[in-house]
């Protein structure tokens, strides 16, 4: 079984940064995908930004140039950098974590970002 703990969510003013942190653990880690999903009230859960076992790096276009995912391979841990927060990304984010090859999605329980403008 995989867990996946998120932290660094808060409540920042708009134009301020947040900085996520997932941290993996449970069974042993070959290769994987890991990313970030949002969910504001009222609406989907939305994909945020991935990052692949290569390093490879994708974000939904609302927060290009403004969000950074990373990671830190040897303690199974993946990054959000939030910049310039807006109003508009006040959701609560949720890490996930798929091993190459297969089709399961593995979630944390989320962490409330809130941006007060």
């Known amino acids: 079984q995989v867990q996946l703990v998120e932290s660094g969510g808060g409540l920042v003013q708009a134009g301020g940064s947040l900085r996520l942190s997932c941290a993996a653990s449970?069974?042993?880690?070959?290769?994987?995908?890991m990313g970030w999903f949002r969910q504001a009230p009222g609406k989907e859960r939305e994909f945020v930004a991935r990052?692949?076992?290569?390093?490879?790096?994708d974000y939904t276009d609302s927060v290009k140039g403004r969000f950074t995912i990373d990671k830190d391979n040897a303690k199974n841990t993946v990054y959000l950098q939030m910049n310039s927060l807006k109003a508009e990304d006040t959701a609560v984010y949720y890490c996930?974590?798929?091993?190459?090859?297969?089709?399961?999605?593995?979630w944390g329980q989320g962490t409330q970002v809130t941006v007060s403008s």
């Open positions: 996930s974590l798929r091993f190459t090859g297969t089709s399961v999605d593995y």
């Open positions: 990052i692949h076992w290569s390093g490879r790096t």
């Open positions: 449970g069974r042993t880690f070959s290769s994987y995908t």
